[in-house]
C-alpha cells in the first residue's frame, strides 16, 4: 500500500503534516514532468560563472554530477515556479503564516549516485527557525532508484548527532521507516525536524528531484545570506569542495 496523497488545498492536508510531519501533495499548480526534467537539463549545462553551484560524485564511470543548486536567479521559469503562486503558499499554509523561498537545491541521484544518511534539516539550516522543504519529484521517485524514507510524529524535536550532524544510530534503529516513493511531478513537503534518509540508485534510471525551502516571511528574506554563510562556514572547516550540506549526511564521495 502506498502512501496517502492529498490535494494542497485539502485542509487534511495541512492536518496531516502537523500530526506527522509531512504530506505528499499532487496538485502544486507547478508545470509537468516533461517541463520539469527539462529544466532539470538546463539547470546541470548552467555555467558556474552564473552563480550556479554544481557538485560531482565519484564513480566508476568518472564524476557524476550529484546536485545543483542557488539557481533561481538565473532561470525564469524555476524562479517563477518556487517563488511566486502555489509553492510559497503551500509552505505558508504547512507553516501557518506566510513563507519565503530560503534556499534550492536539485539533488540528480543518477545510475549508481548515492544516498543520504539518516538526518534532521534543521540542523543544517540553523539561520532560521521555522522552515519546511519539499522534494519535487522529476522522475518518479521510488524504492528500487533510491527515493526518500520518512520517520511520521517525530518532528517535535532535535534527536541526538552523531559526529556528522546525522541521526544517532541507536535512535535511527528504534524509529519506524516509510518508503515516500512520488511519482513524477507529486510533492512531497516535510518538516525541518522530520528524519528521512534515501538509498542510492540502484536501478537503470535517474531520480532527480527539486528541493525548495522555505522559512517564515517574519524572519527575513535570507536567501542571499545563506549561500554566503553556508560557503563561509564549509571553508572555515575546510570542507569546500568536499560535502554539499552543512552536515555530513551524504553517503557518497565528491569528485574535486
Avoid at 517563477?80 to 509552505?91: I, K, N, R, S, W
Avoid at 522543504?133 to 521510488?142: F, L, N, Q, R
Avoid at 513537503?189 to 525548495?212: C, E, I, K, M, V
Amino acid at each position: 500500500m502506498g502512501i496517502e496523497v492529498f490535494e494542497v488545498a485539502d485542509p487534511a492536508a495541512v492536518a496531516h503534516f502537523r500530526g506527522a510531519g509531512w504530506v505528499c501533495t499532487t496538485d502544486a499548480a507547478g508545470p509537468p514532468a516533461a517541463v520539469l526534467q527539462a529544466w532539470a537539463d538546463e539547470v546541470t549545462a548552467l555555467d558556474p560563472a552564473t552563480g550556479v553551484l554544481h557538485y560531482d560524485e565519484v564513480s566508476d564511470h568518472g564524476p557524476l554530477r550529484c546536485r545543483s543548486e542557488h539557481f533561481v536567479d538565473v532561470h525564469d521559469g524555476l524562479r517563477a515556479f518556487l517563488t511566486v503562486g502555489a509553492m510559497p503558499d503551500t509552505a505558508g499554509a504547512l507553516l501557518g503564516e506566510p513563507a519565503v523561498l530560503y534556499k534550492e537545491k536539485l539533488n540528480y541521484k543518477l545510475v549508481g549516485g548515492a544516498g543520504y544518511s539518516p538526518h534532521q534539516d534543521a540542523p543544517a539550516y540553523r539561520f532560521v527557525d521555522v522552515h519546511v522543504s519539499c522534494m519535487v519529484a522529476i522522475d518518479d521517485a521510488t524504492a528500487d532508484n533510491g527515493c526518500l524514507e520518512v520517520v511520521s510524529g517525530a518532528h517535535d524535536r532535535i534527536w541526538p548527532q552523531d559526529e556528522r550532524g546525522c541521526v544517532a544510530a541507536d535512535v535511527v534503529a528504534s524509529m519506524t521507516w516509510e518508503v515516500a516513493a512520488v511519482p513524477a511531478g507529486g510533492t512531497l513537503w516535510f518538516h525541518s525536524r522530520t528524519p528521512h534518509r534515501s538509498g542510492p540508485n540502484r536501478s537503470d534510471r535517474p531520480r532527480r528531484a527539486l528541493y525548495p525551502t522555505y522559512n517564515a516571511v517574519r524572519e527575513g528574506d535570507l536567501r542571499d545570506d545563506y549561500y554566503v554563510r553556508k560557503r563561509a562556514e564549509l571553508a572555515a572547516a575546510g570542507a569546500l569542495g568536499s560535502r554539499v550540506s552543512l552536515i555530513g549526511d551524504f553517503e557518497g564521495e565528491l569528485a574535486r
